[in-house]
C-alpha cells in the first residue's frame, strides 16, 4: 500500500515560509518574554523591552547572551490564533532550523533551546527557537545566519544580544527587507530578569500540540501534514472506519506500559499467554509500516500519528473484549507522556503539577480497566539495552543520551489518572515479574467486587494457584462460565 503512494516533497526553510514579505509589510511583534534553558537543565526567564527599568538577567543567562562571545535568538513565528495548518508549518521549520544550525559553519556555535512568550501567558502564544552563542563573535556567523534565513523571509526571526562587562544586555532585531537586504528594526532594548511563570508556558499549548484531549485534534493535524506526507491520509482512511465512540466488550483490558528495555515486550506475551488473552500494540500493524516516517517528524506530527493509532487499537479492543481478555502493549499513556518529556524543556521541576488536566484520559478514547508500569533502573535498562543491540527511535535513544528527560518520561507516567499507572518492579527473573503482575491483576479486581465477573475468575484463579499453567487453566475455565451467564 505505502509503495503505490508518491514520494514525499523535501523539507525546505524557503517552502514552509509562505510568501515572501514587502519591504512596507509590517513586521509580527515578537513576545516581549523568553524562557532559556541552561546547563543543568533550569530556565532562566527574561524580558526585552518595557517601561520598568527591571533587574538584571540571571548571571548565567547574561553569561550566554552576552560577552564574551556574541548571541542571537531565532525563534519561529506563529500567528496569534494560528490554525492547525500553521501550528505544523512552524513545527517542520522549526525542526528544519535545528538541521541546518548544526551543520558547518554554524555548528561551531553553541545551541540551546529557547521559547518566546507573552506575558499573559495562555494557548498560542508560544514561539520555538533556539539561542545560538558564537564564543568567537565571528562576523561569519552573522554572515551565515543571514544567508540561512534568506531562504526564510517569513521565517525564523533573528534577534542579535550585545552586552558588556556589568551583566548588562541589549537585544536588537535584524529584518530582511526587498532591495535593501538585512537591516536592524528599530532601537536596541535592555533585557531584564522576568518572573517564572506558574506553569511552563508550553503546557496550556500541549492539547493541540502532542497531548491530544480527543481525536479530531489529532485528525485534523494529520490532515493538514496530507500535501507533504501522503501515508497521512492512508492513517485517516482507517481511523474514519472506527467507531466515533468504541465500546469494551465484557472482558477485562489491560495496558501493559514501560519505557524501552523494561521487559514490556516479554511481559505482555506472557501476561497473554497465562491468561489466555488477546494481545494487541500500540500502534497497531495496520499503521506500523509508517512508523519511521512520522518518527521523523516534529513531535505534533508524531504525536498525531500515536494518538490515532490509539483509537484504531481501541477498536481492535471493542471486538476482542467480546470474546476474551485483552492485553495491550502501550496505550494512551506512552502517548502523552513522551509528548510531555519532549516539549516541557527544563528538568522536572517544569513538568505541569500533579492533577493538572492533561494527566486526563482522552473523553473519547476507549478506557483499559488497568494500567501497569514496569521500572527498571537506569543502570539494568543501559546493561539489557547493549546486551540486546536494539533497535531504537530518536525518542528511546534520547532516553540513554539524556537522563533528565527519562526521569521526565517516568514522572509523566506515574501522574496519569483516570486511570493511573500500577507501578511494577521489572528488575527480578522474568517469572519473578510474571508472578508480580499476575498478582497486580489479581488484586485488582478482587477489590472491585461490583464486577462479578472478574471476581470470579479471580477467585478461581485464586483457588487453582498462581502458576502461569494453572492461571491460563483458570482462565480458560472461568471464560467458559462467563459465556454461559
Given at each position: 500500500m505505502a509503495s503505490a503512494l508518491r514520494p514525499r516533497s523535501p523539507l525546505l526553510l524557503g517552502r514552509l515560509s509562505g510568501p515572501r514579505r514587502g519591504a512596507c509589510a509590517p513586521a509580527m511583534a515578537p513576545p516581549h518574554r523568553f524562557a532559556l534553558e541552561l546547563p543543568g537543565c533550569t530556565l532562566a526567564h527574561f524580558a526585552v523591552g518595557g517601561d520598568a527599568p527591571g533587574a538584571l538577567p540571571d548571571p548565567r543567562a547574561a553569561a550566554l547572551l552576552g560577552p564574551p562571545g556574541r548571541s542571537y535568538s531565532l525563534c519561529v513565528p506563529l500567528a496569534p490564533g494560528g490554525d492547525c495548518a500553521a501550528r505544523v508549518r512552524a513545527a517542520r521549520l522549526h525542526q528544519r532550523l535545528l538541521h541546518q544550525l548544526r551543520r558547518d559553519p554554524l555548528r561551531r556555535c553553541r545551541l540551546r533551546p529557547l521559547l518566546c512568550y507573552g506575558p499573559g501567558g495562555g494557548a498560542g502564544g508560544v514561539q520555538h527557537g533556539f539561542l545560538l552563542h558564537d564564543p568567537s563573535d565571528s562576523p561569519d556567523t552573522r554572515r551565515a545566519l543571514f544567508s540561512l534565513l534568506g531562504e526564510s523571509p517569513e521565517g525564523p526571526r533573528l534577534g542579535e544580544f550585545v552586552g558588556d562587562a556589568r551583566l548588562q544586555v541589549w537585544q536588537r532585531l535584524w529584518e530582511l527587507r526587498d532591495g535593501a537586504g538585512w537591516r536592524q528594526v528599530g532601537p536596541r532594548e535592555r533585557v531584564v530578569s522576568a518572573p517564572e511563570p506558574a506553569l511552563h508556558p508550553v503546557?496550556?499549548?500541549?492539547?493541540?500540540?502532542?497531548?491530544?484531549?480527543?481525536?479530531?485534534?489529532?485528525?485534523?493535524?494529520?490532515?493538514?501534514?496530507?500535501?507533504?506526507?501522503?501515508?497521512?491520509?492512508?492513517?485517516?482512511?482507517?481511523?474514519?472506519?472506527?467507531?466515533?465512540?468504541?465500546?469494551?466488550?465484557?472482558?477485562?483490558?489491560?495496558?501493559?506500559?514501560?519505557?524501552?528495555?523494561?521487559?514490556?515486550?516479554?511481559?505482555?506475551?506472557?501476561?497473554?499467554?497465562?491468561l489466555n488473552a488477546v494481545l494487541l500494540k500500540s500502534p497497531p500493524?495496520?499503521?506500523?509500516?509508517?512508523?519511521?516516517?512520522?518518527?521523523?517528524?516534529?513531535?505534533?506530527?508524531?504525536?498525531?500519528?500515536?494518538?490515532?493509532?490509539?483509537?484504531?487499537?481501541?477498536?481492535?479492543?471493542?471486538?476482542?473484549?467480546?470474546?476474551?481478555?485483552?492485553?495491550?502493549?502501550?496505550?494512551?499513556?506512552?502517548?502523552?507522556?513522551?509528548?510531555?518529556?519532549?516539549?516541557?524543556?527544563?528538568?522536572?521541576?517544569?513538568?505541569?503539577?500533579?492533577?493538572?488536566?492533561?494527566?486526563?484520559?482522552?473523553?473519547?478514547?476507549?478506557?483499559?480497566?488497568?494500567?501497569?508500569?514496569?521500572?527498571?533502573?537506569?543502570?539494568?535498562?543501559?546493561?539489557?539495552?547493549?546486551?540486546?543491540?536494539?533497535?531504537?527511535?530518536?525518542?528511546?535513544?534520547?532516553?540513554?543520551?539524556?537522563?533528565?528527560?527519562?526521569?521526565?518520561?517516568?514522572?509523566?507516567?506515574?501522574?496519569?489518572?483516570?486511570?493511573?499507572?500500577?507501578?511494577?518492579?521489572?528488575?527480578?527473573?522474568?517469572?519473578?515479574?510474571?508472578?508480580?503482575?499476575?498478582?497486580?491483576?489479581?488484586?485488582?479486581?478482587?477489590?472491585?467486587?461490583?464486577?462479578?465477573?472478574?471476581?470470579?475468575?479471580?477467585?478461581?484463579?485464586?483457588?487453582?494457584?498462581?502458576?502461569?499453567?494453572?492461571?491460563?487453566?483458570?482462565?480458560?475455565?472461568?471464560?467458559?462460565?462467563?459465556?454461559?451467564?
Open positions: 503546557v496550556p499549548d500541549l492539547p493541540s500540540s502532542g497531548v491530544f484531549p480527543h481525536r479530531e485534534a489529532a485528525r485534523a493535524v494529520l490532515e493538514a501534514c496530507i500535501p507533504f506526507i501522503p501515508e497521512a491520509q492512508a492513517v485517516l482512511d482507517l481511523v474514519d472506519q472506527c467507531p466515533e465512540q468504541a465500546q469494551k466488550g465484557k472482558f477485562p483490558v489491560i495496558a501493559i506500559e514501560g519505557l524501552d528495555a523494561t521487559g514490556k515486550t516479554t511481559v505482555t506475551q506472557s501476561v497473554s499467554d497465562s500493524a495496520c499503521i506500523s509500516q509508517w512508523r519511521k516516517i512520522f518518527d521523523d517528524e516534529p513531535t505534533i506530527i508524531r504525536r498525531a500519528f500515536y494518538s490515532l493509532g490509539n483509537y484504531i487499537v481501541a477498536s481492535e479492543i471493542t471486538k476482542e473484549s467480546t470474546k476474551s481478555p485483552v492485553i495491550v502493549d502501550r496505550y494512551w499513556h506512552s502517548t502523552a507522556a513522551y509528548a510531555i518529556a519532549t516539549e516541557v524543556t527544563g528538568g522536572l521541576q517544569h513538568l505541569p503539577p500533579a492533577h493538572h488536566p492533561i494527566y486526563q484520559w482522552p473523553r473519547d478514547l476507549l478506557k483499559p480497566d488497568l494500567v501497569l508500569l514496569l521500572t527498571v533502573s537506569p543502570e539494568e535498562r543501559m546493561h539489557r539495552i547493549e546486551r540486546r543491540g536494539m533497535e531504537r527511535t530518536r525518542e528511546e535513544a534520547e532516553l540513554e543520551a539524556n537522563s533528565i528527560f527519562r526521569q521526565k518520561v517516568e514522572v509523566s507516567y506515574q501522574r496519569m489518572e483516570n486511570p493511573c499507572c500500577h507501578v511494577v518492579d521489572a528488575s527480578p527473573s522474568r517469572e519473578e515479574v510474571l508472578q508480580m503482575v499476575l498478582s497486580v491483576i489479581q488484586n485488582n479486581f478482587l477489590s472491585h467486587p461490583e464486577s462479578m465477573r472478574y471476581t470470579e475468575v479471580t477467585r478461581k484463579i485464586s483457588q487453582i494457584g498462581g502458576s502461569p499453567f494453572s492461571l491460563s487453566h483458570a482462565y480458560t475455565w472461568a471464560t467458559d462460565e462467563i459465556s454461559m451467564w
